[in-house]
């Protein structure tokens, strides 16, 4: 197989509503890395195009770390988008599409569509296109079992039109359209508990996961009450001080590993150094930056996962502005910053924060 068609469009998938800023962002990382283009945002469509001037996506996708994207949940290096694909054989343009993205198998298929309301009627059609297409890609040699390998995506706005694509694995989301499929646990105070579950998974890799959420260790969880983000700190075995006006759900303050602290969240500091930090508190984003950033800076805490609520308008310049404060918070000390808007984040970006 040989390397014959370009990838022009590098397409990432967002939360519909944040279309402008996942275009804005993609724009200011690729010009930093040297590639100019321009990006196409419909409101609401939950992706981005992204077109560079005349260099092929999948060279501008191996410039650019995906990890530090804050919008894109997912990112696709594409060809020409596929239009009036014909009803009674999708598959052989799709096919040939594929066939000259990649110098060798795909390792893995993903047939997926925008996460909006008017794509899920779509996937009534995936489910039984992925197969079958699978099965034809398997015999023409373009698809085998192998982690390692880029990986296929076939991407559609409807039953007639979608895109070809490839992701590399390291450089992209593991999980189909960048999303988690995490079930509400049972006997969780509320569902804000899945933010902080989906947090572990995207900043920590399994093996420090592990490490750093130890049983024994201490938190504090500023804005605590009704105990979502607690919640997942006592399942790990770790000790909390949940500092909340609110009341704290009963079976969670019962499970002994709970202190309950009627404090102001902004005021209140440990005595002793605590292992983490988590923050989910409803205030002016830039205040939260500098609170969880204080935290850290002081040796408070060894690390933070705080949300920053966005406001309407000027949301990316608000994030770049938090950023600054952080940055401004910590200098001199080395430290590592991620910021990541979840899936099950809604009007909020999820950050992680921690000295070294």
Request: some cysteine; aromatic content about 8%; overall charge neutral.
């Amino acid at each position: 197989m040989t390397d014959t068609t370009s990838a022009t469009t590098l397409l990432l998938c967002c939360r519909a509503g944040f279309e402008g800023e996942c275009a804005a962002e993609i724009q200011t990382r690729a010009a930093e890395a040297g590639f100019a283009g321009f990006a196409k945002a419909k409101p609401d469509s939950g992706y981005v195009a992204f077109q560079p001037y005349g260099t092929d996506t999948r060279a501008l996708a191996a410039a650019l770390d995906f990890s530090a994207l804050i919008f894109a949940r997912q990112w696709i290096a594409c060809g020409e988008l596929l239009r009036e694909l014909p009803v009674d054989d999708r598959v052989t343009p799709l096919l040939e599409a594929a066939r000259g993205l990649a110098d060798g198998p795909f390792g893995a298929l993903r047939v997926e569509t925008p996460d909006t309301n008017e794509a899920k009627a779509l996937s009534a059609f995936c489910r039984p296109f992925e197969k079958a297409f699978a099965a034809a890609a398997r015999k023409a040699g373009l698809l085998l079992d192998d982690a390692r390998a880029p990986r296929l995506h076939l991407f559609f706005l409807s039953s007639a039109a979608g895109w070809a694509g490839v992701s590399q694995p390291g450089n992209s989301s593991d999980w189909p359209m960048g999303i988690p499929r995490l079930r509400f646990p049972s006997g969780a105070p509320s569902r804000s508990t899945l933010k902080l579950e989906e947090a572990f998974h995207v900043f920590l890799p399994p093996d420090e996961r592990e490490r750093r959420l130890r049983p024994g260790m201490t938190a504090v969880d500023l804005g605590a009450a009704p105990g979502g983000w607690t919640w997942q700190l006592v399942r790990r075995g770790l000790r909390v001080a949940a500092i909340d006006n609110g009341p704290m759900d009963e079976t969670l303050m019962a499970s002994g590993l709970v202190e309950h602290r009627r404090e102001d969240g902004f005021r209140f500091r440990p005595r002793e150094p605590v292992d983490w930090l988590v923050c989910d508190m409803v205030e002016q984003p830039a205040r939260i930056a500098q609170l969880v950033a204080g935290w850290i800076a002081d040796g408070a805490a060894k690390q933070a996962i705080f949300n920053l609520k966005l406001p309407m308008k000027k949301r990316w310049a608000e994030l770049q502005r938090c950023e600054a404060l952080i940055a401004e918070t910590l200098a001199g000390s080395p430290y590592r910053l991620a910021l990541k808007q979840l899936y099950h984040d809604r009007e909020e970006v999820t950050g992680w924060l921690r000295r070294g």
